[in-house]
């Protein structure tokens, strides 16, 4: 007799599963950063309401009205050319400072600062365009100024958050730290500093167009 008998079914034995970071990991990375982004433009505020304070009571006095006069004129009556060379250099100027201090484990103090200088030069500018020009320094302000000067200034505070992340990541890889919070990202931050300054150039040549379109308004007007 030939017993038929069950097989025997081979056991399977299942790996778990991989999973990338955890939720909790997700919920306070995404935390940290809206934290630090809340810093940067937090810094960006309180420099345009120490910009504005930086005006002396008299209104052409002190460095602040003497770089306010000075920059208007140029808009007023420089060229297109200059106008956007020179926005752009100096958009450019904090970009890079920026990115230098990405990638530097002590550069996240400095970063954080950077809106802050940004904040106090807009805010020296529109203190003195109200008190020398009243209603007109508004207007003069919408038309030529804030729309480019709130798109540089949107780059300064995304571009200072991501350099202040990446210079956190730094210090926690140069401490041995085992599971670092964040990563140190070389190819975003370039990245994003390339578009940044794509972006500020783009900002720059229209504010170069409303000085030409609106500058021969005001001057006559004045």
């Known amino acids: 007799m030939v017993r038929i008998g069950h097989a025997k079914r081979p056991l399977h034995l299942h790996k778990p599963r991989q999973s990338g970071p955890s939720a909790g990991g997700r919920i306070s990375h995404a935390r940290s950063s809206h934290i630090i982004l809340a810093v940067c433009a937090g810094s960006y505020l309180l420099g345009l309401v120490l910009g504005a304070y930086m005006l002396p009571a008299q209104k052409d006095g002190g460095f602040a009205g003497l770089f306010a006069l000075q920059f208007v004129q140029q808009h007023l009556q420089g060229s297109a050319g200059q106008i956007w060379?020179?926005?752009f250099l100096s958009s450019l100027f904090l970009?890079?400072?920026l990115l230098f201090c990405a990638f530097s484990a002590l550069g996240a103090p400095v970063a954080a600062l950077v809106p802050m200088l940004r904040g106090i030069c807009s805010g020296?500018?529109?203190g003195w365009l109200y008190l020398n020009c009243g209603n007109?320094?508004?207007?003069?302000?919408l038309l030529i100024f804030w729309l480019p000067g709130a798109g540089i200034s949107l780059l300064t505070i995304l571009l200072a958050q991501c350099s202040?992340?990446?210079s956190l990541a730094l210090i926690q890889v140069l401490s041995g730290s085992p599971k670092p919070s964040e990563r140190v990202q070389v190819?975003?931050?370039v990245q994003l500093f390339l578009i940044a300054a794509?972006?500020?150039?783009a900002c720059s040549v229209i504010q170069a167009g409303l000085s030409a379109l609106f500058g021969p308004v005001f001057q006559?007007?004045?």
């Open 85 to 87: 060379r020179m926005d």
């Open 95 to 97: 970009l890079a400072v």
């Open 124 to 126: 020296m500018l529109t």
């Open 136 to 141: 007109q320094g508004v207007l003069l302000n």
């Open 164 to 166: 202040v992340r990446n």
């Open 187 to 189: 190819r975003r931050v």
């Open 198 to 201: 794509l972006l500020a150039l």
């Open 220 to 222: 006559s007007a004045s």
